[in-house]
């Protein structure tokens, strides 16, 4: 994002706080969505991921209150006003959009840190239902702007943290912490290579300009909903296999002892192992080519990830699989469906000479087939959460 766009996208914020809340706010912060190169459904297996943030962004303009009251706006949103006594949260209690934010005062609280009450208007430009983790960002601007308001002191991890914890015991997905952490730890120009065990990572370099290349987003327009339950039963499946095989998570189960493992477990849930396994081999095979200096090798492990997720974790739809074989026909590198599934999102690596081909392609694809027409844009590695004034 240019500075000039990001500039009037924090005016944007600022003005919903004048007109929901009166007078100005005390700061403006930024929390982005994010892409996922590579390391879909690891998360929450303990294993390995690599994400970077996008320029698409939630902007939250915030000041504090006395009162011990919340009131919460979004520019998106019906114009009305979400507004709670800091004293009577619990999950459950503020429904909709709003149960994100909510939320994040909530684990605030729980984890012990002393938060008043707070004005808050937010401007998001990040799509939602696409598997771009609009909801983190909705939680990571909210974290870090208390977090600066009242002096808490948190780091990026620590933020992402308590983001997630909002989303699992507040909300009630039981998402991993992939995408908060993204939200809140990406590097401009690098893909964070994240172990979700130990919760250290690394920024790996992803200047992916210079050797021509570009990363094209396809939003397929069909809108997935975690909280549905599909989520939930597939991770209750990973921990059923888990406590079957007698380890920790399946991320501890190696390529090399996979096809022992299938053996050991009933024939539902070893395409989920089968995933689990394969997939963060796929992460640490992206790190070591991006460490190469290699990214059009990237190709290929975007692609066998997709199969992966149709064949075996069976999350992908028919509109994703289309995009997914439309773009590589006319010649993406690789091309894979990203986020928790049932829709969302394609992430297609493309020689950038050949992104105009690749998109008009897609969206005819789409036409022939009856289906709506599919947003796209470039996926560009941008800033985690900060301060935007």
């Known amino acids: 994002m240019t500075t000039d766009a990001a500039a009037d996208a924090a005016a944007e914020a600022e003005a919903a706080f004048a007109s929901a809340h009166g007078g100005s706010p005390e700061g403006v912060w930024a929390a982005p969505g994010r892409i996922n190169l ?26 504090r209150r006395a009162d011990g009251r919340v009131r919460l706006f979004s520019a998106q949103g019906d114009g009305s006003v979400a507004e709670f006594a800091l004293a009577d949260l619990a999950p459950g209690s503020v429904p909709g959009w709003a149960a994100y934010p909510a939320g994040v005062f909530w684990a605030l ?12 208007a937010f401007s998001s430009d990040v799509p939602t239902g696409a598997g771009l983790s609009s909801s983190a960002a909705l939680e990571c601007a909210t974290v870090i702007s208390l977090d600066e308001l009242y002096g808490l002191g948190l780091d990026a991890p620590g933020r992402a943290l308590l983001a997630q914890r909002a989303e699992n015991a507040y909300v009630g997905v039981p998402c991993g912490a992939l995408d908060q952490m993204a939200s809140s730890c990406c590097v401009a120009g690098h893909a964070y ?34 909280g549905d339950g599909a ?37 539902e849930l070893r395409p989920l192992l ?41 999350v992908s739809c028919p509109e994703t699989d289309l995009a997914v074989a439309t773009a590589n026909a ?22 950038t000479d050949r992104l105009a081909e690749v998109e008009r392609e897609v ?27």
């Open 38 to 63: 590579i390391g879909e459904h690891t998360d929450y297996n303990e294993g390995y991921v690599l994400p970077a943030a996008l320029p698409h962004a939630t902007r939250v303009a915030a000041r």
């Open 109 to 120: 609280a729980e984890a012990g840190h002393r938060v008043g009450g707070a004005d808050l």
């Open 193 to 226: 290579f994240l172990d979700t065990r130990t919760l250290t990572g690394r920024q790996v370099p992803l200047d992916l300009t210079a050797v021509g290349l570009s990363l094209l987003v396809v939003d397929t327009r069909v809108k997935h909903d975690l």
């Open 231 to 267: 989520y939930a039963g597939l991770r209750a499946g990973c921990e059923r296999a888990a406590e079957l095989l007698g380890v920790r998570a399946l991320r501890d189960v190696d390529a090399a002892g996979l096809a022992a493992a299938e053996e050991r477990l009933p024939a």
């Open 274 to 314: 089968r995933h689990v396994v394969t997939e963060d081999q796929r992460v640490l095979d992206a790190v070591a080519l991006l460490d190469a200096g290699d990214p059009r090798a990237l190709g290929p492990v975007l692609t066998a990830g997709h199969a992966s997720l149709r064949d075996d974790y069976r």
């Open 330 to 351: 006319a010649g993406a590198l690789g091309a894979r469906m990203m986020g928790g599934g049932f829709g969302g999102s394609v992430l297609a690596l493309v020689d």
């Open 363 to 389: 969206r005819g694809a789409f036409a022939a087939a009856g289906y709506g027409e599919p947003q796209t844009f470039q996926a560009v590695p941008s800033q985690g959460a900060h301060r935007v004034r």
